[in-house]
């Protein structure tokens, strides 16, 4: 899988389910103004996308929860929708880095075991 289709950029005015006309989209919206560190990433993450309470806060936590995603929730897209995305994670570059991998290689194994998309929308 491409890292350009995991990772999209949008203009704010359009929605990101408009790049998947044809699915049915389950889309979870974060502010990067307000996820500027690894803390605030784990916390509004597992909001946004459900994570069960017992969720770990750590990396290896968010890989096994966004790879169930297609278990928890309904869909066969899951997009991750960053608002302001310019300041996400600016106090942190490499927890970006970090979670970017994490979000790739999670995104790999919905493709490759569910036949689903999950993808990072960059507004």
């Not at 995991?6 to 006309?21: A, D, N």
């Not at 608002?83 to 194994?109: H, M, T, V, W």
Request: charged share 30%; hydrophobic share 40%; glycine share 4%.
């Amino acid at each position: 899988m491409k890292k350009s289709e995991v990772f999209i950029g949008l203009s704010e005015h359009r929605k990101p389910e408009e790049l998947f006309p044809a699915s049915v989209c389950f889309t979870a919206e974060i502010d990067g103004r307000t996820v500027q560190n690894k803390e605030n990433l784990m916390k509004a993450v597992s909001s946004a996308f459900h994570f069960p309470a017992y969720f770990g806060n750590n990396w290896d936590a968010m890989l096994d929860c966004l790879r169930s995603l297609p278990d928890e929730l309904e869909g066969d897209v899951f997009i991750l929708s960053v608002k302001n995305s310019g300041s996400f994670l600016s106090d942190e570059p490499q927890c970006r880095k970090d979670f970017e991998e994490i979000f790739y290689e999670a995104s790999g194994f919905i493709s490759e075991v569910f036949k689903k998309k999950l993808v990072l929308v960059n507004r």
